[in-house]
């Protein structure tokens, strides 16, 4: 069977000394988040928003009585409130989300095999793009011979060019990942890029000049030709990361996830290269992991995740941002907010936030929660 891995998967055991690295400070007490959650939702989780040249977009799954057992959902944001445009797939899942202008719109996950209306745990790769005015299918060129696939992550680079991971079996059963690009304009084709990361999974994908990073159990970044492991730092070597962001005023590339913790279960992770080195970030010695991270439109860093400690959090949500000294704090609760996935900022400064409506039971939220925060 070919295994979808989860964000935020399972991770060793291992201390955490931070760094402290200073951050512009917010104002004291100050939150403003909207719940914007999409009505009518049930079943369904967002996994992702990713916004670009005034279209912001949503993507995730619903699961019911119907659809053996996930169907996709993309959802985008108007004057009107959400929309979900017709999908091509009436099965499966997207997982990660690219939005690189109104009419490039690309997601990414995993559609279920089924026979006769039942599913058989065999995946295969699910491609979406969106030109301004449908969701269309697109099939990448996996090696002749592949019997599952699967997607992970997708992005895009200034030029437009779009990256996709995943992964693919054989007819025997054997593993191997894969990197895929498709060049911006020209005969839109794509090219198998080596994909030997150095990590066992990978979550997200951040493009650069040059090449993309890629997250997961570990950092590794692509230079166009081979990857090269990110040296992370000391006692960090465990660290599970799910989300990436470049810091557009200082072009710093920022990471965000979770160590285990022998007191705690499991400890925010917050990374930064500043690009000689990467250095961690002090957060908080409380329960909780972070999924995704992103910068306002004042430069500052805000990160989303969840917590299961009701200390922390009575609901799952988990949010840091800069409290007055700088400090990145945990003093955010968006209302309305289960576990949050993931994080994007619009050209005007607004952040996005999505996942899970509070009230989730036994780790899954009654409904999709979206929120927005000025």
Do not use: C
Request: charged share 20%; hydrophobic share 35%; aromatic share 10%.
């Amino acid at each position: 069977m070919f295994l979808f891995l989860p964000r935020a998967a399972t991770a060793v055991a291992i201390g955490l000394v931070a760094v402290v690295v200073a951050v512009s400070p917010a104002t004291a007490g100050t939150s403003n988040w909207r719940d914007i959650s999409p009505p009518g939702s049930e079943d369904s989780v967002l996994r992702d928003v990713e916004t670009a040249g005034g279209a912001t977009w949503a993507i995730g799954l619903r699961t019911d009585a119907t659809t053996h057992p996930f169907a996709p959902v993309a959802m985008l944001w108007t004057r009107n409130g959400w929309q979900a445009p017709p999908q091509p797939a009436d099965q499966g899942r997207l997982d990660d989300l690219t939005v690189y202008a109104p009419d490039q719109v690309w997601a990414a996950g995993t559609r279920n095999e089924t026979v006769d209306g039942t599913e058989k745990g065999h995946g295969h790769a699910l491609l979406q793009h969106w030109n301004g005015a449908a969701w269309n299918e697109v099939t990448l060129p996996f090696p002749e011979g592949t019997d599952q696939s699967a997607l992970s992550a997708v992005d895009t680079d200034t030029n437009g060019s779009v990256w996709v991971y995943g992964g693919y079996a054989d007819a025997a059963g054997e593993y191997f990942p894969a990197l895929f690009r498709r060049n911006a304009g020209g005969s839109g084709q794509w090219t198998l890029l080596p994909a030997d990361t150095g990590l066992t999974w990978v979550s997200r994908l951040k493009a650069v000049p040059g090449g993309v990073y890629a997250v997961g159990d570990g950092i590794s970044r692509f230079d166009g030709t081979s990857w090269t492991r990110q040296s992370m730092p000391p006692k960090l070597d465990g660290a599970m990361f799910d989300g990436i962001a470049i810091r557009a005023t200082t072009n710093e590339v920022w990471a965000a996830g979770y160590i285990r913790d022998e007191t705690l279960g499991r400890r925010p992770v917050i990374v930064r290269y500043d690009g000689s080195s990467w250095r961690a970030v002090r957060t908080p010695a409380e329960t909780g992991q972070l999924s995704d991270i992103t910068f306002d439109g004042s430069g500052r860093p805000i990160a989303v995740g969840e917590s299961w400690d009701p200390a922390v959090s009575q609901n799952g949500n988990y949010v840091l941002t800069p409290g007055p000294r700088g400090s990145l704090t945990h003093d955010e609760e968006p209302p309305g907010a289960g576990y949050l996935y993931a994080a994007a900022t619009d050209s005007t400064g607004r952040t996005w936030t999505v996942g899970g409506r509070a009230g989730a039971e036994n780790g899954i939220s009654p409904s999709a929660y979206a929120g927005i925060r000025r």
